[in-house]
């Protein structure tokens, strides 16, 4: 009889826990929708356009624009590439890792101060969940960095996801700024060897020996990630029953 009450108990439980979830996914489709709308690879183009113009000023605008289009949603990539035309494979990686990383952890926040809290009264009486959200909170910085590096999971969205969890602050901080210095290096290469800032990502070319790497090392972190966090799941529940 109890097990039987227990089920639904754990049903309404899971289904309170993917509410904050499908809130994000849902805004950031709303942004999406927006992106297209307001046209936001012609308006990032225009900012890299406005930054190629401010000579000194040009990184602080440039980390503090990518800042924003992380914590809104807007693609990275292009301002990724623009930065490798724009100031160099060199700099343009270091102001791209600052930009990125700052503007993943500002996201990290606003997931985590205003949702985390909601999230944590909803498992509150249920051990299982507690249990599995502890074990992710312990291998945390792992599981941040192989999601960065896989190029299946999407970038802005997991940001304030990560923030729903117990990871700590600083391991994601670190986590993320290692995990996505590849990717970053790779395509701020390839933004210098455009022609112009007009035809950023619109080239034609060949992939080159580095990016079917990165790819493939991709794909390794995917199932990776997929594996550890179906692990440390098992074992907390066990750990639990036991």
């Known amino acids: 009889m109890n097990e039987i009450q227990e089920t639904p108990k754990k049903k309404l439980t899971l289904n309170k826990l993917i509410k904050p979830l499908l809130i994000i996914f849902g805004v950031a489709t709303l942004l999406t929708i927006a992106q297209k709308f307001f046209n936001a690879q012609q308006l990032l183009e225009n900012a890299l356009n406005w930054i190629d113009t401010l000579s000194p000023w040009g990184p602080i605008a440039f980390i503090t624009i990518y800042i924003l289009a992380t914590v809104l949603f807007l693609p990275g990539s ?142 390794i972190a995917t199932v990776a990630v997929t594996f550890y966090v179906t692990k440390i799941a098992k074992k907390a529940l066990q750990k639990k029953i036991s």
């Open 78 to 219: 292009l301002l990724t590439l623009g930065a490798g035309f724009l100031f160099g494979p060199l700099f343009g990686s270091i102001y791209v890792s600052i930009g990125s990383t700052i503007g993943a952890t500002f996201a990290f926040l606003v997931g985590r101060y205003l949702a985390r809290g909601w999230v944590y009264k909803q498992i509150e009486g249920n051990e299982e969940f507690k249990a599995i959200d502890k074990a992710v909170a312990d291998e945390g910085w792992k599981i941040v960095g192989l999601t960065r590096l896989s190029p299946i999971f999407p970038f802005n969205l997991l940001n304030y996801a990560f923030g729903l969890t117990q990871v700590s602050l600083q391991h994601y901080f670190f986590a993320s700024w290692i995990g996505m210095m590849p990717g970053t290096v790779m395509y701020v290469y390839l933004g210098s060897l455009a022609g112009s800032l007009a035809t950023l990502g619109t080239e034609e070319r060949s992939r080159t020996t580095t990016e079917w790497v990165l790819y493939g090392v991709g794909l």
